[in-house]
Protein backbone atom coordinates (compact mmCIF):
# COMPACT_ATOMS: atom_id res chain seq x y z
CA UNK A 1 0.00 0.00 0.00
CA UNK A 2 1.36 3.50 -0.97
CA UNK A 3 1.22 5.31 2.22
CA UNK A 4 3.39 8.48 2.30
CA UNK A 5 1.54 11.57 0.90
CA UNK A 6 5.02 13.21 0.08
CA UNK A 7 6.62 10.88 -2.05
CA UNK A 8 7.33 12.03 -5.86
CA UNK A 9 4.66 9.00 -7.29
CA UNK A 10 1.94 10.87 -5.20
CA UNK A 11 2.95 14.94 -6.00
CA UNK A 12 3.53 13.80 -9.76
CA UNK A 13 -0.44 12.50 -9.57
CA UNK A 14 -1.40 15.54 -7.83
CA UNK A 15 0.51 17.97 -10.25
CA UNK A 16 -2.14 16.91 -13.02
CA UNK A 17 -4.28 19.35 -11.55
CA UNK A 18 -2.60 22.26 -13.19
CA UNK A 19 -2.92 22.93 -16.98
CA UNK A 20 1.25 23.03 -17.37
CA UNK A 21 1.82 19.18 -15.84
CA UNK A 22 -0.96 18.18 -17.99
CA UNK A 23 0.31 20.11 -21.01
CA UNK A 24 3.76 18.36 -20.38
CA UNK A 25 2.86 14.77 -19.75
CA UNK A 26 0.21 14.43 -22.13
CA UNK A 27 -1.64 12.73 -18.91
CA UNK A 28 -4.97 13.83 -17.00
CA UNK A 29 -6.85 13.64 -13.79
CA UNK A 30 -9.68 11.11 -13.32
CA UNK A 31 -11.55 11.03 -9.88
CA UNK A 32 -14.54 9.05 -8.54
CA UNK A 33 -15.83 5.37 -8.46
CA UNK A 34 -18.54 6.79 -11.33
CA UNK A 35 -15.50 7.92 -13.92
CA UNK A 36 -13.32 5.26 -13.35
CA UNK A 37 -16.04 3.00 -14.15
CA UNK A 38 -16.70 4.37 -17.37
CA UNK A 39 -12.86 4.36 -18.13
CA UNK A 40 -12.35 0.99 -17.19
CA UNK A 41 -16.03 0.14 -19.31
CA UNK A 42 -15.11 2.11 -22.29
CA UNK A 43 -11.42 2.83 -22.62
CA UNK A 44 -9.58 0.81 -20.67
CA UNK A 45 -6.04 1.44 -22.74
CA UNK A 46 -6.05 5.14 -21.59
CA UNK A 47 -5.97 4.64 -17.61
CA UNK A 48 -1.66 4.46 -17.12
CA UNK A 49 -2.30 4.03 -13.44
CA UNK A 50 -5.29 3.47 -10.98
CA UNK A 51 -5.34 3.62 -6.99
CA UNK A 52 -8.12 3.24 -4.59
CA UNK A 53 -8.27 3.13 -0.76
CA UNK A 54 -9.27 0.05 0.81
CA UNK A 55 -12.85 1.20 2.10
CA UNK A 56 -13.52 2.75 -1.20
CA UNK A 57 -13.00 -1.37 -2.59
CA UNK A 58 -15.22 -2.55 -0.22
CA UNK A 59 -18.19 -0.43 -1.35
CA UNK A 60 -17.59 -0.94 -5.08
CA UNK A 61 -15.55 -4.25 -5.71
CA UNK A 62 -17.19 -4.10 -9.46
CA UNK A 63 -13.93 -1.76 -10.18
CA UNK A 64 -11.24 -4.31 -8.76
CA UNK A 65 -13.32 -6.86 -10.86
CA UNK A 66 -13.33 -4.42 -13.73
CA UNK A 67 -9.59 -3.74 -13.65
CA UNK A 68 -8.58 -7.29 -13.73
CA UNK A 69 -10.40 -7.63 -16.72
CA UNK A 70 -9.54 -5.29 -18.42
CA UNK A 71 -5.23 -6.11 -17.24
CA UNK A 72 -5.12 -2.42 -15.03
CA UNK A 73 -3.63 -2.90 -12.14
CA UNK A 74 -4.77 -1.28 -9.34
CA UNK A 75 -2.68 0.19 -6.42
CA UNK A 76 -4.03 0.46 -3.04
CA UNK A 77 -3.32 3.95 -1.03
CA UNK A 78 -3.77 5.69 2.15
CA UNK A 79 -7.13 7.92 2.67
CA UNK A 80 -4.37 10.79 3.03
CA UNK A 81 -2.23 9.51 -0.16
CA UNK A 82 -5.76 9.64 -1.96
CA UNK A 83 -6.53 13.15 -0.55
CA UNK A 84 -3.20 14.67 -1.81
CA UNK A 85 -3.76 13.03 -4.87
CA UNK A 86 -7.34 14.44 -5.60
CA UNK A 87 -8.45 17.60 -7.17
CA UNK A 88 -11.47 17.59 -4.63
CA UNK A 89 -11.79 18.47 -1.19
CA UNK A 90 -13.53 15.25 -0.16
CA UNK A 91 -12.62 12.52 -2.46
CA UNK A 92 -14.80 9.48 -3.38
CA UNK A 93 -12.00 6.72 -2.85
CA UNK A 94 -10.52 6.41 -6.41
CA UNK A 95 -8.23 8.61 -8.63
CA UNK A 96 -6.95 7.26 -11.58
CA UNK A 97 -4.09 8.74 -14.00
CA UNK A 98 -5.06 8.53 -17.56
CA UNK A 99 -3.66 9.46 -21.33
CA UNK A 100 -5.49 12.37 -23.36
CA UNK A 101 -7.18 11.36 -26.03
CA UNK A 102 -8.80 14.26 -28.63
CA UNK A 103 -9.84 13.50 -31.62
CA UNK A 104 -9.12 15.57 -35.06
CA UNK A 105 -11.97 18.27 -36.25
CA UNK A 106 -11.26 16.09 -39.70
CA UNK A 107 -12.02 12.52 -37.95
CA UNK A 108 -15.59 14.16 -36.25
CA UNK A 109 -16.29 15.29 -39.98
CA UNK A 110 -15.15 12.16 -41.73
CA UNK A 111 -17.99 10.41 -39.60
CA UNK A 112 -20.71 11.94 -41.07
CA UNK A 113 -22.32 13.82 -38.15
CA UNK A 114 -25.67 15.21 -37.74
CA UNK A 115 -25.88 17.02 -34.15
CA UNK A 116 -22.48 18.64 -33.04
CA UNK A 117 -21.96 21.06 -30.11
CA UNK A 118 -19.36 23.83 -30.59
CA UNK A 119 -18.40 25.45 -27.66
CA UNK A 120 -16.16 29.14 -28.33
CA UNK A 121 -15.04 30.55 -25.64
CA UNK A 122 -16.96 28.82 -22.91
CA UNK A 123 -14.23 29.22 -20.06
CA UNK A 124 -16.31 27.15 -16.59
CA UNK A 125 -15.10 23.92 -16.23
CA UNK A 126 -18.20 22.87 -14.45
CA UNK A 127 -20.24 24.46 -17.75
CA UNK A 128 -18.38 22.42 -20.52
CA UNK A 129 -18.59 19.12 -18.93
CA UNK A 130 -21.67 19.32 -18.39
CA UNK A 131 -22.66 20.39 -22.18
CA UNK A 132 -20.17 17.32 -23.15
CA UNK A 133 -22.45 15.29 -20.73
CA UNK A 134 -25.63 17.05 -22.24
CA UNK A 135 -24.25 16.28 -25.70
CA UNK A 136 -24.01 12.42 -24.82
CA UNK A 137 -27.04 12.23 -23.24
CA UNK A 138 -28.62 13.79 -26.76
CA UNK A 139 -26.97 11.34 -28.92
CA UNK A 140 -24.85 13.99 -29.84
CA UNK A 141 -21.93 12.60 -32.64
CA UNK A 142 -19.17 15.34 -31.35
CA UNK A 143 -18.14 18.17 -29.27
CA UNK A 144 -15.78 20.91 -30.25
CA UNK A 145 -14.02 23.14 -28.00
CA UNK A 146 -12.47 26.17 -30.10
CA UNK A 147 -9.03 27.22 -28.37
CA UNK A 148 -10.43 30.34 -26.41
CA UNK A 149 -12.35 27.58 -23.96
CA UNK A 150 -11.63 25.86 -20.89
CA UNK A 151 -8.80 22.73 -21.37
CA UNK A 152 -10.79 19.12 -21.30
CA UNK A 153 -8.94 17.49 -19.10
CA UNK A 154 -9.09 20.12 -16.04
CA UNK A 155 -10.34 18.37 -13.52
CA UNK A 156 -13.61 19.91 -13.02
CA UNK A 157 -14.63 19.72 -16.74
CA UNK A 158 -13.82 15.81 -16.51
CA UNK A 159 -15.53 15.21 -13.08
CA UNK A 160 -18.75 17.28 -14.58
CA UNK A 161 -18.78 15.24 -17.66
CA UNK A 162 -19.61 12.14 -15.42
CA UNK A 163 -17.50 10.04 -17.72
CA UNK A 164 -18.85 11.26 -20.93
CA UNK A 165 -15.79 12.30 -22.35
CA UNK A 166 -14.89 8.47 -22.80
CA UNK A 167 -18.43 8.14 -24.65
CA UNK A 168 -18.78 10.99 -26.92
CA UNK A 169 -15.68 12.19 -29.37
CA UNK A 170 -14.08 15.72 -28.33
CA UNK A 171 -11.86 17.50 -30.07
CA UNK A 172 -9.82 20.30 -28.83
CA UNK A 173 -8.11 23.43 -30.30
CA UNK A 174 -9.35 24.19 -33.74
CA UNK A 175 -10.30 27.73 -34.46
CA UNK A 176 -13.71 28.86 -34.52
CA UNK A 177 -13.05 29.71 -38.42
CA UNK A 178 -11.46 26.26 -39.38
CA UNK A 179 -14.29 24.84 -37.39
CA UNK A 180 -17.14 26.61 -39.40
CA UNK A 181 -15.23 25.80 -42.85
CA UNK A 182 -15.39 21.73 -42.26
CA UNK A 183 -18.34 21.87 -40.73
CA UNK A 184 -20.27 23.62 -43.21
CA UNK A 185 -18.49 21.73 -46.19
CA UNK A 186 -19.93 18.67 -44.42
CA UNK A 187 -23.85 20.09 -44.74
CA UNK A 188 -24.43 20.85 -41.27
CA UNK A 189 -25.93 24.08 -40.82
CA UNK A 190 -24.90 26.18 -37.63
CA UNK A 191 -26.92 27.36 -35.42
CA UNK A 192 -25.91 30.18 -32.84
CA UNK A 193 -27.66 30.14 -29.16
CA UNK A 194 -27.44 33.84 -28.89
CA UNK A 195 -30.25 36.07 -26.85
CA UNK A 196 -30.90 37.79 -30.08
CA UNK A 197 -32.11 34.91 -32.33
CA UNK A 198 -35.40 33.67 -33.55
CA UNK A 199 -37.50 31.75 -30.51
CA UNK A 200 -36.28 28.31 -30.39
CA UNK A 201 -39.94 26.46 -30.67
CA UNK A 202 -40.91 28.51 -33.31
CA UNK A 203 -37.38 27.92 -35.08
CA UNK A 204 -38.30 24.05 -34.93
CA UNK A 205 -42.36 24.28 -35.41
CA UNK A 206 -40.53 25.69 -38.85
CA UNK A 207 -38.42 22.54 -39.30
CA UNK A 208 -35.30 24.18 -38.57
CA UNK A 209 -33.88 21.69 -36.64
CA UNK A 210 -34.75 18.70 -38.52
CA UNK A 211 -31.53 18.42 -40.67
CA UNK A 212 -27.55 17.89 -39.37
CA UNK A 213 -26.64 20.87 -37.30
CA UNK A 214 -24.00 21.82 -35.65
CA UNK A 215 -24.75 23.97 -32.31
CA UNK A 216 -22.81 27.32 -31.31
CA UNK A 217 -22.38 27.91 -27.39
CA UNK A 218 -20.50 31.16 -26.30
CA UNK A 219 -18.70 32.73 -22.93
CA UNK A 220 -21.00 32.08 -20.32
CA UNK A 221 -20.88 36.45 -19.19
CA UNK A 222 -20.74 37.84 -22.94
CA UNK A 223 -22.26 35.40 -25.21
CA UNK A 224 -21.18 35.01 -28.45
CA UNK A 225 -18.86 38.09 -30.48
CA UNK A 226 -20.29 39.98 -33.65
CA UNK A 227 -17.91 37.96 -35.59
CA UNK A 228 -18.42 34.81 -33.92
CA UNK A 229 -22.45 35.10 -34.72
CA UNK A 230 -22.08 36.10 -38.16
CA UNK A 231 -20.23 32.55 -38.89
CA UNK A 232 -23.30 31.09 -37.66
CA UNK A 233 -26.29 30.02 -40.24
CA UNK A 234 -28.91 31.57 -38.28
CA UNK A 235 -29.40 32.34 -34.76
CA UNK A 236 -32.37 30.92 -31.92
CA UNK A 237 -32.78 31.95 -28.24
CA UNK A 238 -33.86 29.30 -25.65
CA UNK A 239 -37.29 31.34 -24.58
CA UNK A 240 -37.92 32.43 -20.92
CA UNK A 241 -41.54 32.16 -19.85
CA UNK A 242 -40.87 32.37 -15.83
CA UNK A 243 -39.80 35.48 -14.38
CA UNK A 244 -36.02 34.38 -14.54
CA UNK A 245 -33.42 37.07 -15.13
CA UNK A 246 -31.64 34.51 -17.89
CA UNK A 247 -30.27 30.89 -18.33
CA UNK A 248 -27.16 28.94 -17.22
CA UNK A 249 -25.36 28.40 -20.23
CA UNK A 250 -25.50 24.76 -19.94
CA UNK A 251 -29.36 24.48 -19.15
CA UNK A 252 -29.89 26.04 -22.33
CA UNK A 253 -26.87 24.28 -24.24
CA UNK A 254 -28.67 20.88 -22.87
CA UNK A 255 -32.67 22.31 -24.29
CA UNK A 256 -30.74 23.08 -27.44
CA UNK A 257 -29.22 19.98 -27.86
CA UNK A 258 -32.33 17.91 -26.89
CA UNK A 259 -34.41 20.25 -29.34
CA UNK A 260 -32.74 18.82 -31.99
CA UNK A 261 -32.11 15.75 -31.24
CA UNK A 262 -36.42 15.37 -30.98
CA UNK A 263 -36.72 17.05 -34.17
CA UNK A 264 -34.45 14.64 -35.73
CA UNK A 265 -35.80 11.81 -34.83
CA UNK A 266 -39.29 12.83 -35.65
CA UNK A 267 -38.24 12.88 -39.42
CA UNK A 268 -36.65 10.07 -39.22
CA UNK A 269 -39.46 8.16 -37.78
Aim: aromatic content about 4%; glycine content about 8%.
Amino acid sequence: MLENPRSPRVRAVAKLARKAARADSGMFLLEGPQAVSEALTFRPELLSELYGTPTALERHPEIAEAASAAGVDLEFVSEEVLETMADTVTPQGFVAVCKQFPTAVKDIIAAEPKLIAILEEVRDPGNAGTIIRAADAAGADAVILTGRSVDLYNPKVVRASTGSIFHVPVAVGASLDDVRDRVRAAGLTIIAADIKGDDLLDARNAGALDGPTAWLFGNEARGLPDDALGLADRAITVPIYGHAESMNLATAASVCLYESAFAQRSVDH
